[in-house]
């Protein structure tokens, strides 16, 4: 039976915007009046997002001096958050393994056309649908997170992301009684990518592919980010459109995707087909859980290096650890309840 997602209207949804309000954010910007959609929409800035992390552009440091709500505002058993993490920092050391599997993926998204960009919704769905990724940040109700981010490298971020929940997708797709997972997949472009150009034995498994049991892509924490820090996302930030889910290891939280399929088997992923022993597929944060090969009792700011112990489900675990209850990482109907 399909489980439809009760929490979207919870009061925890509510837009907040934390380090300014949106209005002051808009006018620090020299964007008033247009509102976050036209910003959001304006290719000047987009194309603009590059040259920032150079330095040239507007940049909003003086504003991680703030104070930062954490996400769901008012719920203090939630993550704790630091100060948020240097914009520029976040934008210049990324993961995005379609262009290299260094961090330095700024200075190589140049030729990657992120507009006009369309995402299927296919498979076990009641309407399969083709979505336009700008129409999709026009029409949804933006709404924005400040969230503990952590990679598998024990790397940590607090960031404030724009986007909408990724259950406002499926439910429109309506999936099928008999879908239990949704997979997702980046592109295939050669002459865009130069990390997918290259030959070898990783580069064969593109494109990228995560996926998610459907109870979890439901959660109210499931997020599809469009944007960051007020601006629509930079392309090494995963631009036109990524998953955030922060209660996992950043892998999971697959950048720029053009499908969404919904699966009655659970799809292979990238990580975990690469290396199973060390990237499995549920890769819920667990500080008691060591990778194989380093500890992930702590973590470590991406800009101050400050470390802070590392959080079960990233300290989301009132939203998520339902999903989880009593089941064993191997059983194959773990995350569903029973
Ligand atoms: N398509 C795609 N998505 C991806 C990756 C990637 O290589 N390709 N890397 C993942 C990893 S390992 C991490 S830690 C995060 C990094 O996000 P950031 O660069 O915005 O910090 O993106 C994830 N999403
Ligand atoms: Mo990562």
């Known amino acids: 039976m399909r489980r439809k997602p009760s929490s979207f209207t919870l009061p925890a949804l509510t837009p907040e915007s934390a380090y300014l309000s949106r209005r002051d954010l808009l006018r620090a910007m020299g964007f008033a009046g247009l509102g976050l959609a036209g910003l959001l929409g304006s290719p000047a800035l987009w194309a603009g997002e ?35 993490t240097d914009r520029i920092q976040a934008a210049s050391f990324n993961n995005f393994y379609e262009f290299t599997t260094g961090k330095e993926v700024w200075p190589l998204v140049e030729g990657f056309v992120t507009r006009p960009w369309q995402v299927e919704v296919v498979g076990l769905v009641e309407r399969p649908l083709t979505l336009d990724a700008q129409q999709l940040a026009r029409d949804m109700p933006l709404e924005e997170r400040h969230l503990r981010f952590r990679c598998v490298e024990t790397w940590a971020m607090d960031l404030p992301w724009i986007g909408f929940p990724l259950g406002l997708i499926l439910e429109q797709a309506r999936p099928l009684p008999a879908a239990r997972y949704a997979a997702f997949r980046s592109f295939l472009r050669r002459d865009q990518a130069p990390g997918q150009a290259r030959q070898g034995r990783l580069f064969d498994l593109w494109p990228y592919l995560e996926a998610l049991t459907l109870p979890e892509a439901l959660s109210e924490l499931a997020f599809v ?114």
């Open 225 to 338: 980010a469009v944007g960051v820090y007020g601006h629509e996302l930079p392309r090494q930030q995963g631009a036109p459109l990524r998953l955030v889910l922060p209660w996992k290891y950043g892998y999971k939280g697959i950048k720029a995707f053009t499908r969404i399929e919904l699966t009655a088997d659970r799809p292979p992923t990238f990580w975990n087909t690469l290396a199973p022993g060390e990237y499995d597929f549920w890769s819920n944060i667990d500080p008691a859980v060591p990778h194989p090969r380093w500890s992930q009792a702590e973590e470590y700011m991406l800009d101050t290096g400050a470390t802070r112990p590392t959080l079960k489900y990233g300290g989301y675990g009132q939203y998520v650890a339902h999903l989880y209850a009593g089941l064993s990482p191997d059983d194959p109907g773990y995350g569903f309840g029973g």
């Open 50 to 84: 590059v040259r920032d992390v150079a330095g040239t552009l507007v940049n909003l440091h003086a504003l991680k001096a703030a104070p930062n709500p954490s996400f769901p505002p008012g719920g203090a058993a939630a993550a704790p958050l630091g100060l948020l």
